[in-house]
């Protein structure tokens, strides 16, 4: 039976500060942070991803953040509820988390969940990959269109594909960087074995019929990232 993503995401995507040493940040969020939204059933799943710079729809240049915590969850505001400011206030298991934290080292957003997609009822676990799309298209339903007569169906056809969902964007937390106005109002998040695939006629393929050219160069907003799993805990 296709099990459904929870309502809600929260989407981290961080860097450890400037000084910090990168294994020991790691080690933290994996060994402390993590399993503590997981037992206070903050979050149903958490998953730690770096981002992947080697595939062909990857960004020539690096980010200023390229680590990104997924966090699923029930609560479409996350951080302001109170099992959260007892993790990262009381316990301080993860420092960009705490009142010293500066802009450079994360941003955050809320996103609700509008549709998920499992043709391959993809078992219940974290992808060993992730591609997230945001987007800020010029028709709306030009885009579920898409989606849903013609660029979910040429994905699952792709070696390694596991599901999709899609999302909107959520309320504005007190570390989303940017006017809400201006951040992408939609994010796709495709799961994949692995990546590589794009390399392959079909990959390029996925990327390169007329409507979805059409899509993405009238869209505002267009970026694509690829992700690596780290660690994932919660079901």
């Given amino acids: 039976m296709t099990t459904s993503p929870p309502s809600h995401l929260l989407y981290v995507n961080l860097q450890p500060a400037e ?4 294994k020991t940040w790691i080690k933290n969020i994996v060994q402390g942070y993590i399993p503590e939204l997981i037992k206070s059933k903050a979050a149903t799943r ?3 991803y770096s981002e992947d710079y080697n595939f062909p729809l990857a960004a020539k240049q690096k980010h200023a953040r390229s680590y990104l915590l997924y966090i699923q969850t029930t609560h479409p505001e ?3 509820t109170d099992v959260h400011a007892l993790i990262a206030t009381e316990k ?3 420092p960009t988390f705490k009142s010293t934290s500066t802009a450079e080292e994360l941003d955050v957003r809320n996103y609700d969940l509008i549709r998920s997609y499992d043709p391959k009822n993809y078992k219940n676990v974290a992808a060993p990959s992730l591609l997230t799309v945001e987007l800020q298209p010029a028709d709306e339903e030009d885009l579920l269109r898409w989606y849903e007569d013609e660029h979910f169906a040429m994905l699952a056809a792709l070696d390694g594909y596991c599901r999709s969902a899609r999302y909107t964007i959520g309320a504005k937390t007190d570390y989303t960087l940017g006017e809400m106005d201006q951040l992408p109002k939609y994010i796709a998040v495709h799961d994949f074995d692995k990546l590589d695939v794009f390399s392959t006629p079909e990959g390029d393929a996925v990327s390169n019929t007329p409507w979805t050219v059409k899509v993405l160069n009238t ?3 267009f970026i694509v990232r690829g992700w690596d799993l780290i660690d994932c805990q919660g079901v």
Wanted: no cysteine; hydrophobic share 50%.
């Fill in 19 to 22: 000084g910090v040493e990168q």
């Fill in 92 to 94: 301080q298991l993860i």
């Fill in 78 to 80: 996350l951080l302001k």
């Fill in 219 to 221: 869209s505002s907003i």
């Fill in 46 to 48: 958490v998953s730690l």
